[in-house]
């Protein structure tokens, strides 16, 4: 099994020159079963935030990781009683503002094919909100799992909503040339282009290049390094905080108790490994919330030190309407 994963790792390296959208493993992931749509509520001082699935894709750590051999990914996945394949949540997230409905990411639409991803919609609509409603989209960086269900079928899903996005991604995804340029995967520019230059041509998209409050109470900070335009959102309310942290983690397991660990999906993978390094210190010395749309849904939850790594520390389930 593992030197058929080998082979399909340097057989999709050598075809796109990086690493697909997502690497399947080459066989069926027997312990995964359909779950359906999936929210999750909680609060932030006086904001309501949702944490929607998209669903779950399976990820060949084999295949994805660089700074970790085959065993130590193992030992590390074993340690959290889990085994290569792994599966990965793909989470967004909605902010109730008073005068705004807020979408944090947009999964992955359809572009991942039937079954893998594609929730959101269904998502949205158990946690009582429909895609007309959303009046601003913040998109942490655009890769297929984040921006590409903001079109179906080439038609933009969310009509009245303006797309935030740092401005670094926009130039560099919107620009085909770039792939060629920096060796990345061509598949992303092609989807970028299917995904956001629709909302680019409706006159729809509010770019960003330094720290900006996109809607009221929520700030935004470039970290570039996964892509040139990876964003943070931070959202504030009556002295409480929680930051959408986008990809600086792909692997709960294996990079918070090695934070050098880096990922084909990063365009500068020096960079990555630095924006979650300090991203990681920061968040542990300052107990801050966060949500991470590739943990384990709802993906909310704390970091702490251990030792020289850190760990994850899951949100408190809370499901009652008494006081």
């Known amino acids: 099994m593992r030197s058929t994963h080998l082979m399909l790792a340097v057989a ?7 690493a697909p959208a ?28 949702t944490a929607l699935s998209d669903g779950t894709v399976p990820q060949d750590l084999h295949a994805l990781l ?7 990914t193992d030992s590390l996945l074993a340690a959290s009683f889990l085994r290569n394949p792994i599966e990965a949540s793909i989470n967004a997230f909605v902010i109730a503002l008073p005068n705004r409905l807020v979408l944090v990411d947009t999964g992955s639409g359809d572009l991942f094919g039937p079954g893998n991803g594609g929730k959101l ?7 009582g909100y429909r895609p007309e409603q959303i009046t601003d989209i913040l998109i942490t960086h655009v890769h297929t799992d984040h921006s590409g269900g903001l079109v179906h ?8 909503a303006t797309v935030h996005v740092g401005k670094p991604d926009v130039d560099f995804f919107l620009d085909p ?41 929520v700030t935004a900070t470039l970290h570039p390094g996964h892509t040139p335009g990876s964003a943070f959102y931070t959202l504030t309310s009556q002295g409480e905080r929680v930051t959408f942290i986008g990809d600086i983690i792909h692997v709960a397991s294996v990079q918070f108790p090695d934070p050098s660990v880096t990922i084909v999906y990063d365009v500068n993978p020096k960079a990555a490994e630095t924006a979650r390094e300090r991203a990681f210190a920061e968040f542990a010395s300052d107990r801050e919330l966060v949500a991470a749309p590739h943990l384990p849904f709802p993906g909310v939850g704390h970091i702490r030190r ?17 006081e």
Request: glycine share 12%; proline share 6%; hydrophobic share 40%.
């Open 12 to 18: 999709l390296l050598s075809l796109y020159g990086t």
């Open 22 to 49: 997502f690497a399947a493993p080459d066989g069926p992931t027997p312990h995964v079963v359909v779950q359906g749509a999936d929210f999750y509520r909680f609060r932030v001082g006086a904001v309501t935030v």
């Open 66 to 72: 660089i700074g970790a051999t085959p065993a130590k």
């Open 121 to 127: 919609l269904a998502s949205l609509a158990g946690a």
């Open 153 to 160: 079928a080439g038609k933009i899903v969310f009509r009245n």
């Open 177 to 217: 040339a770039n792939a060629a340029r920096s060796g990345y995967n061509r598949k992303y520019f092609d989807e970028a282009i299917k995904t956001l230059k629709p909302y680019v041509d409706a006159g729809k998209v509010a770019a960003f290049s330094t720290t900006a409050e996109v809607v009221p109470g």
């Open 306 to 322: 251990a030792g020289k790594g850190y760990q994850w520390a899951p949100v408190e389930y809370g499901n009652r309407e008494g």
